[in-house]
Structure formats: structure tokens, C-alpha cells
């Protein structure tokens, strides 16, 4: 059906006259568009899921997957091109308990040469460029599962000591605050463990100037990054705390007793005062935040939960969006999708978000939610008939010098038992802003 509808409009733009064809294509997937000289052509970049091109000629000649036609196009970029490779060696991250899967999340040092997790089997560093895992230490953790670079790429806190255990068909926390943090240099050495996290720590974030460090669990605390004194300690029951680019304010989704109702609160990092608070409408709920590199805009993710009958409530959609930091103008809703918004990361530049959505990720335009580029397709996994080489996201992350995407996530095989951890990595290249000239071929376009 779809060739046959592109067919269509190919022959509609046959009988235009050219200074009428002002026609868009939309491409149903992925489509590379392509830079020509004379009959050389290269990849200019990878459009995204219902792209649109502006139409300014056929083009009769060049010869690709046998056919000729080529379409002579306006892109209307920014646009990115790019080029994936996997990390080796992935963590493993089963519960032998309950023979299930844990995610990981990976974490690009300031550098952008090396990428670090930590997980269930301790610290891993990979090189970037090759995909080689550099590093893998056991550490002396209760359950690790967060961690943070110090700005200057030298030492890692790693965070752990809590951990969700199914015993009898009800689920039981254990804990060991006494084993919640570690500061470790890169190469693994020097453990100083730093306990006394109430409820362990859920997550942590390193303040940009190395100075300090900020963790939460069923409290708030902020740490001196060099002895791992507490310089402060107040209640707030929290995951996402990222601190403000000039280290004055952390935003963190805080969470009362019951797990259902979130906030978005902007504290102040020094005596931890309460700067802003922001909540949902009734069943909306706070999951994910992060500052834009200019300080002035967060972006958060919420979803929507209706409740059940019998059970816990269903997830029926989730919205990212964007707001005025310390302003009063309402936020903007950049996506709204049935699917989880699992995790998302800014451009370094402030002017893009990258997230997974549908087992595809998307660079979304963070003005306007535009998608500007799609750097895998979405692809709703069925469980019972799971295609090879399937990848599930869990989280991903933006490399300081704006070149690199990594993304976290399992691999899925034909079966449950072929489900592995996996990593993959895009090199970017950004095409500028405005009115492109390329070449997009037919076939691309679904056309016979």
C-alpha cells in the first residue's frame, strides 16, 4: 500500500510543472539523504520517521540498488548523520534469585573518551573509541547501583545499599546504609567508603566545580567530595537530583511515604531551603529531570497512572517537558506518547534532547519537540515472538563534547533466554541549521 501511495504522488509530480512542485515526501522510516558529485554520492545524513523533503527535481543517471531516479531535495535541517558500534564485555547484571535482568546505566566521562557503570558485578570503564572494556573492579558495595564522575575525570562515587528482594510472593527491602557510597580513583583503587545513607542511596550527582557531592535516598545529603563529610542532611525522599550548572540549586523529584505522589522541588544546595515547588494534576507523577546547560530551563518527565481494581494502577502515557527554571510561564509539553519515556539527556549545547521511546531513540529539536533525527527505529516489542537483534533502552547519555550518544539496554533474541545486556554508541555528525541541498534515491522512498 504505502509503495503504491508514493507511486501516486511520484506520478502527480510527473505531470507538475517543475516551479509547482513544491510537493513534501514523507518517508515511512529512516531514509539516508545523500550528497552527489558528478556520480559519486555520500551519506549526508539519516532522516528521521516522517521526515518530510522538498521536491526540486528528478534526477535520471546514478545508479544504486538497480534503479536510476534519484529525487534532487531540500532538507530542512538541522539534521544529523551518524554511525554506530557496540561496547564489549557487558556487566552482568542477572539476579541469580529471580533469574531476571537489572538495568544499567552508562555514564561518559568529562573527557568524552571513556564510559563507566556500575552494576551488580562491580565497576566497568570502556574506551569509547574502540569498545574495549579498560577497567572492571569488584567493589565492597551493598548492591551498586548509581554513580557519578568528578568533574575533572579522576575519582568515581559509586552508590548502592539498597536492594528490592521477592521472598515468599511479597517484595522486601533490604538495606546496609553503612554500605551505601564509595569515592574510587579511575583505575579502581582507593575505596573510601562513605556510609550512613538512610534508606541507601537512590541516586547521587557530582557539583560541576568537584567540590561536593549530593545523594538521596530517604534523605538528602550534601558531601564534601574530598573528606566525605556531611555538610548537610534534611528529609526529602528522592531519585533524579541534578545540580544547576552554577551549583546554587539542585532540582529532585521528591516522593512522599506513598510512592504514587511526586514532586518537582528546586532546593537551594546550601542550606537546602525549598526555591520552587511544582506538582502534577491528580494521577500525573514526576519520573525524570534534568537542567539545561544554560541554567534557566528544566526538563522533567511525568506519567499518568489510572487506577485499578486489584491492582497498583495502570501507566496510560507519559509527556517530556520543558519550563522556565525560577519563571512563572506554564511548561511545554515537547512529546506526549502512550509509551514510558524511560530517560532523556541534553545536547551540550542546550539545543537537543535525545530519549528512548518505543525501542527507538529520537534527538528531538528542544524548542519545539520537533524530531529531528532518529537514530533507531520504533519498534514495539512482542513478547512472544521477539525479532533477533531487538535492542530494549533503558537509558542513555550525551557525551560532554557533543560528538557521542551511548545508550543502555538488553538485547533481545528469539527467545527469553537470549536476552543479554548491551550497549551501543553513535558518532555524530551535526548538519546545520537550514535549507539543505541533497539527493534522496527511490528506493528509499519505498517506491518499485
Known amino acids: 500500500m504505502y509503495a503504491r501511495r508514493v507511486s501516486l504522488l511520484l506520478l502527480i509530480l510527473s505531470a507538475l510543472p517543475l516551479a509547482a512542485q513544491e510537493t513534501i515526501i514523507v518517508a515511512e522510516g529512516p531514509a539516508p539523504a545523500f550528497e552527489c558529485v558528478e556520480a559519486d554520492c555520500e551519506r549526508l545524513a539519516w532522516l528521521p520517521n516522517g521526515a518530510g523533503v522538498s521536491v526540486i527535481d528528478q534526477v535520471e543517471g546514478r545508479e544504486l540498488e538497480g534503479s536510476t531516479l534519484w529525487y534532487e531535495v531540500q532538507l530542512d535541517c538541522p539534521c544529523f548523520d551518524f554511525e554506530r558500534n557496540s561496547l564489549r564485555d557487558m556487566p552482568d547484571t542477572k539476579d541469580p534469585e529471580r ?92 575505596p573510601q567508603p562513605i556510609g550512613g545513607q538512610a534508606g541507601g542511596v537512590w541516586g547521587l550527582a557530582w557539583s560541576h566545580d568537584g567540590t561536593r557531592i549530593a545523594t538521596v535516598g530517604e534523605t538528602l545529603r550534601i558531601l564534601d567530595a574530598h573528606q566525605g563529610d556531611t555538610l548537610l542532611d534534611l528529609e526529602a525522599r528522592g531519585m533524579h537530583l541534578p545540580w544547576s550548572p552554577d551549583d546554587r540549586h539542585i532540582a529532585l523529584i521528591e516522593y512522599s511515604v506513598d510512592p504514587e505522589i511526586s514532586m518537582l522541588r528546586l ?139 551511548v545508550a543502555s539496554g538488553m538485547e533481545l533474541g528469539e527467545s527469553l533466554g537470549e536476552i543479554q545486556p548491551a550497549a551501543l554508541v553513535w558518532d555524530l555528525t551535526l548538519i546545520p541549521e537550514g535549507p539543505t541541498h541533497g539527493f534522496i534515491h527511490s528506493g528509499q522512498l519505498g517506491n518499485d
Open 99 to 190: 533469574a531476571i535482568l537489572y538495568d544499567f546505566h552508562l555514564y561518559w566521562a568529562p573527557d568524552s573518551q571513556r564510559i563507566a557503570t556500575v552494576a551488580r558485578d562491580g565497576l566497568h570503564v570502556w574506551d569509547a573509541d574502540s569498545g574495549e572494556r579498560l577497567l572492571h573492579e569488584t567493589l565492597d558495595l551493598f548492591n551498586p547501583s548509581s554513580m557519578a564522575w568528578s568533574p575533572d575525570g579522576s575519582r568515581i562515587a559509586a552508590g548502592g545499599g539498597f536492594h528490592f528482594a521477592h521472598e515468599g510472593g511479597e517484595h522486601v527491602t533490604q538495606v546496609e546504609p553503612e554500605r551505601s557510597l564509595l569515592l574510587i580513583d579511575v583505575d579502581g583503587r582507593s
Open 267 to 405: 532546593r537551594d544546595a546550601a542550606d537546602g531551603t525549598v526555591i520552587a515547588s511544582f506538582e502534577g494534576d491528580s494521577g500525573t507523577h514526576f519520573s525524570d529531570v534534568a537542567w539545561a546547560p544554560d541554567g534557566e530551563r528544566l526538563a522533567y518527565t511525568s506519567y499518568t497512572v489510572v487506577e485499578r481494581e486489584g491492582d497498583h494502577g495502570l501507566v496510560t502515557g507519559s509527556e517530556l517537558h520543558v519550563r522556565d527554571a525560577f519563571g512563572e510561564n506554564p511548561p511545554q509539553t515537547l512529546l506526549t506518547t502512550s509509551d514510558w519515556i524511560l530517560n532523556f539527556d541534553w545536547s551540550p549545547d542546550g539545543r537537543f534532547i535525545v530519549l528512548p521511546l518505543q525501542g527507538g531513540i529520537h534527538i528531538l529539536d528542544a524548542r519545539d519537540g520537533r524530531r529531528i533525527a532518529s537514530l533507531a527505529p520504533e519498534s514495539v516489542p512482542n513478547y512472544g515472538q521477539w525479532p533477533e537483534g531487538h535492542f530494549m533502552l533503558n537509558s542513555m547519555d550525551w557525551s560532554p563534547d557533543g560528538k557521542r550518544i
